[in-house]
């Protein structure tokens, strides 16, 4: 069993900051690529950032140059760096990890809102 866990969610106007944490832990072999994506009402579920093992980033175009994602490979964890973050930002962000044969794990979400 793997259990993915979000952190960091809140409220905060625009133009200020935030950082997601994420943490994996339970029965991994071994972890792939992890990420965060987010989804806000009435709208799919889209990325956000993703980070390889080898530390490869891709950023949808909407945070490029806001946020960063970063990890910790020895630790399970990802992190979301947000700044200047926007009301267009708020959502449901999720952090996803991809074990070494393919399976997909999800995290139940952290909500970030951020006020005008």
């Known amino acids: 069993q793997v259990q993915v866990v979000e952190s960091g969610g809140g409220l905060v106007q625009a133009g200020g900051s935030l950082r997601l944490s994420c943490a994996a832990s339970?029965?991994?072999?071994?972890?792939?690529?992890m990420g965060w994506y987010r989804q806000a009402p009435g709208k799919q579920r889209d990325l956000v950032a993703l980070?390889?093992?080898?530390?490869?980033?891709t950023y949808a175009d909407s945070v490029k140059g806001r946020f960063t994602i970063s990890r910790e490979l020895a630790k399970n964890t990802v992190s979301l760096q947000m700044n200047s973050l926007k009301p267009e930002d708020t959502a449901v962000y999720y952090c996803?990890?991809?074990?070494?044969?393919?399976?997909?794990?999800w995290g139940q979400g952290t909500q970030v809102t951020v006020s005008s």
């Open positions: 996803k990890l991809r074990s070494g044969i393919g399976v997909d794990y």
């Open positions: 980070i390889t093992t080898s530390s490869s980033t």
């Open positions: 339970g029965n991994i072999f071994s972890i792939g690529a």
